[in-house]
Nanobody, 121 residues
Framework: QVQLVESGGGLVQAGGSLRLSCAAS????????MGWLRQAPGKEREFVAY????????VYTDSVKGRFTIARDNTKNTVYLQMNTLKPEDTAVYYC??????????????WGQGTQVTVSS
């Protein structure tokens, strides 16, 4: 089992920044690819960003490219999502998730509880 706990969400004005953190415990963190996903009210959950086991490989959804950065610190068992130039459409509950897949995950095996990000216009 892997336990994931997100933090860092909150209310920010458009154009502002937030950094989300996700602390992992349980099994060896570096054995898992990590992702950030989000779900806005009334919408399906969507992929935001992915990072491979070593941190060298990253993928972003088009709407956040150039604004968001995913990173991980395997010595601290933590994955981060730095979000800059936030827009109201970024408002959502953000989840971190761990995957046993290699490459861009098709499935995520473990999920955090989510952290709310609200961007005001």
């Amino acid at each position: 089992q892997v336990q994931l706990v997100e933090s860092g969400g909150g209310l920010v004005q458009a154009g502002g920044s937030l950094r989300l953190s996700c602390a992992a415990s349980g099994r060896t963190f570096s054995n898992y690819a990590m992702g950030w996903l989000r779900q806005a009210p009334g919408k399906e959950r969507e992929f935001v960003a992915y990072i491979g086991r070593s941190g060298r490989s990253t993928v972003y959804t088009d709407s956040v490219k150039g604004r968001f950065t995913i990173a991980r610190d395997n010595t601290k068992n933590t994955v981060y999502l730095q979000m800059n130039t936030l827009k109201p459409e970024d408002t959502a509950v953000y989840y971190c998730a761990a995957s046993e897949d290699y490459g861009l995950p098709r499935t995520y095996n473990y999920w955090g509880q989510g952290t709310q990000v609200t961007v005001s216009s």
